[in-house]
Structure formats: C-alpha cells, structure tokens
C-alpha cells in the first residue's frame, strides 16, 4: 500500500477556472500536497504518459484533449492515497460518479472529465516519475522512496 499518488488537472479544469476548488476539495479530503506544477503537454509527452491506451479506440482524442491546454500535475500524501483517491474524484464518467466527487460536481463528459488519478500503486510511482524528479518533490512527512 503505497501513501502517494498522482492527480491531473486536466485542460478543462484549467479551461474553467477551477483550479483552486478543486484543490480545496483535494485538501478537504485530507491529503497533503508533495509537488505541484503547471505543464503543457506535448503531443509526444501525452503519448508516453498515456502508452497504456495506444490501442484504444479513444487514445487520439485522449492525446488531442490533453494537449488542448495546460494541465496540473499534482503528487499527493495520504494513507491509502490511490484508492482514496479515486473514491474522492469519481468514476471517469461523471453521469456515473457519486454525488459529490470531483468529477460529478465538476466534469462535463467521460472525456472532458476534469482530473485523472493513478489506478494502482505501481502506477503512482511510473506517474509521479513522468512529471516529478527526486528534487522536485518537497520532503514532507519523510518522502525517502
């Protein structure tokens, strides 16, 4: 069980100017916030971060939309951050999402859905290391793995 995960803000969460209420129900939630930067992703960096997808029917408009704006990367600290984390943001489709996650309060559509969580703990780790090197992660509460 790992304590950190990753979350982006996605280009539409910039796009509507809801970064900061969305980090206040981040912060609400408990978790601690290790790192966080504002990037522009190229159309090669989304490809890599979302290899995963590539032979996904969705994977060219995941690319298209994630290079549509800026987004926020964020290294989050909690127990049981990943799990805890999806619980806070909802499922990928908002119509589906339960009342008051992230992505029911917020998210248009299952593509324009606001915020992406890590799915696993062996996926935090690969994630927290696209966007973040060693240095760049501020030491709270022993970060040291």
């Not at 989304?46 to 995963?52: Q, R, S, T």
């Not at 989050?76 to 951050?81: P, V, W, Y």
């Not at 859905?113 to 022993?142: C, T």
Request: aromatic share 8%.
């Amino acid at each position: 069980m790992s304590n950190k995960t990753l979350a982006i803000l996605k280009p539409d969460c910039i796009r509507k100017n809801l970064i900061g209420k969305v980090i206040s129900h981040i912060q609400e939630a408990g978790f601690k916030i290790l790192a966080m930067k504002m990037v522009k992703l190229t159309p090669d960096a989304a490809k890599g971060f979302y290899e995963v997808h590539k032979d996904r029917p969705f994977f060219n408009d995941l690319i298209t939309y994630m290079t549509s704006g800026p987004c926020v990367p964020i290294v989050l600290e909690k127990d049981n951050a990943v799990e805890e984390f999806r619980k806070l943001i909802g499922a990928t489709d908002p119509a589906k999402a339960e009342e008051g996650t992230i992505r029911k309060l917020y998210a248009d559509n299952i593509q324009e859905n606001i915020i992406h969580g890590s799915d696993s703990n062996e996926n935090a780790i690969k994630e927290i290391a696209y966007f973040f090197s060693r240095k760049e992660l501020i030491e709270i509460n022993g970060w040291n793995n």
